[in-house]
């Protein structure tokens, strides 16, 4: 198989759907050698900011030196941006070899899952790139995960909020429960939730598998200084001037976790020095998430694709950035509490410009405008991503500001129309109309 098709092959897995257990893929990882026990890992589960935490370690352990692995989803662009190596993508070639080799491997299997084949593809490339450590974010809840077959040095969870109630409960008790099963005998908890509940939970489930807690405000903490720089007081390190390569404040809870997670590395055996957790925490490199990609007018794309994470937007837009109107290009999956993600965000946007990403899943634009019919805002619905982006750009003016935003699929197909637009019009700056 060539890359085309290869992909093709493993999207095609996905009319299996969403499958939790662990049998499957425990088989399958099994007639591949069992390469997961090969590398050591952290392991980081939660509602919001996995992703952001996982890209700060893995940005902290490769400013240290260490060959460190990476593997996220979903991908914004191109698949191989769920398997990286020192923020390096899996190879095209390296896709197409390991997916035969993986397909032989899963024949006498029942219906393996698109998540599981490729979690097997992400284990089997860190054990044979010999990576020293792999940072792995959970695809969807923690218990039943396909990588919570990991025995990791450290297990996070950034935090509880309501999302997938499908699949993990309608309460947020419920949800942690699903989350907390990522929690390993005689292990290391950290975590940045502040919900009681959910705390009280977390403090149960690490007694009873004698494994230890620390808690973001009262364990370690990143606070952010006059001068605009952080402080970080940790369990054993205190480091001043610090700065954030990513935008938004709710990144400092993110940022917090990432360095008490290092911390406990260096426990490990992990030569981490202040300076690398310094330069790592700024070189950090995550796009689709508070990115600015334009300006006159200025472009952001954020995946933001619950309310919790809707209303930390809101805040970032309305502290962080100066600008005369908000223009919102926004997608939702329609398995989502789009209510409340709506009521979250649209007050603050002048016009919103509805659009589908090409998902089954997503909301489609005559559902996302229904709700907003007695809302009052101006709203356009749209053939496409790539139209609700470009009509956005020809309405705003210099000074206005355009948010990509609703699902990490959306914002990675304007990302992709936003590079066509722009290698078009030679630069975005004349697409906005004069003040």
Same mark, same amino acid.
Request: glycine share 8%; with cysteine; charged share 20%.
């Given at each position: ?247 938004? !404040?709710? @990144?400092?809870?993110?940022? *917090? #976790?990432?360095? +008490?997670?290092? =911390?406990?590395?260096? %426990?490990?055996?992990?030569? &981490? ?107 356009? !619905?749209? @053939?496409?991503?790539?139209? *609700? #982006?470009?009509? +956005?750009?020809? =309405?705003?003016?210099? %000074?206005?500001?355009?948010? &990509? ?31």
């Amino acid at each position: 198989m060539g890359y085309r098709s290869s992909i093709a092959y493993l999207y095609g897995l996905q009319h299996y759907g969403i499958k939790f257990g662990l049998t499957s893929i425990s088989k399958l990882l099994a007639a591949l050698g069992n390469p997961h026990h090969h590398f050591r890992s952290v392991h980081i589960a939660g509602t919001n900011g996995k992703g952001s935490t996982a890209a700060f370690i893995a940005s902290i352990a490769a400013a240290a030196g260490y060959k460190t692995g990476l593997y996220t989803s979903p991908h914004l662009i191109s698949f191989t941006e769920r398997i990286k190596i020192n923020n390096r993508e899996i190879s095209r070639a390296s896709v197409v070899r390991l997916t035969g080799l993986i397909r032989d491997a899963a024949s006498p299997l029942d219906s393996i899952t698109f998540f599981e084949f490729v979690t097997a593809m992400a284990f089997t490339f860190f054990a044979e790139q010999k990576v020293e450590c792999a940072v792995v974010e959970t695809g969807m809840g923690g218990r039943l995960d396909a990588t919570n077959v990991l025995q990791p040095i450290l297990s996070i969870i950034t935090n509880v909020s309501r999302d997938h109630e499908l699949y993990l409960g309608n309460t947020l008790p419920k949800i942690a429960n699903e989350k907390a099963g990522i929690i390993k005998r005689n292990g290391v908890l950290l975590t940045a939730a502040r919900n009681s509940a959910v705390l009280k939970l977390f403090r149960e489930r690490c007694r009873k598998k004698r494994s230890a807690l620390l808690v973001l405000g009262k364990d370690f903490n990143l606070q952010r200084r006059p001068d605009n720089t952080l402080t970080y007081r940790g369990m054993a390190h205190d480091i001043h001037q610090l700065h954030l390569g990513l935008r938004g !404040e709710h @990144q400092l809870d993110n940022g *917090a #976790l990432a360095l +008490a997670a290092v =911390e406990l590395l260096g %426990r490990s055996g992990f030569a &981490i020095t202040d300076t690398s957790m310094r330069r790592g925490l700024k070189d950090v490199v995550w796009p689709g998430r508070l990115e600015t990609a334009g300006s006159r007018p200025q472009v952001i794309f954020d995946g933001a694709h619950n309310p919790a994470a809707m209303k930390c937007l809101r805040n970032s837009i309305l502290n962080g950035f100066d600008y005369d109107r908000l223009m919102l290009v926004l997608g939702i999956m329609h398995d989502k509490d789009i209510r409340t993600m709506l009521k979250e965000i649209v007050p603050i946007a002048s016009k919103v410009f509805l659009c589908r990403p090409r998902m089954d899943r997503a909301a489609s634009t005559a559902e996302l405008a229904r709700r907003l019919r007695n809302s009052g805002v101006c709203y356009l !619905e749209t @053939q496409s991503v790539g139209e *609700a #982006l470009q009509r +956005a750009l020809q =309405e705003a003016r210099r %000074r206005d500001l355009v948010c &990509i935003t609703g699902s990490l699929f959306t914002v990675g197909e304007a990302q992709a129309a936003f590079k066509r637009l722009t290698a078009a019009d030679g630069c975005i700056r004349r697409t906005g109309k004069p003040d």
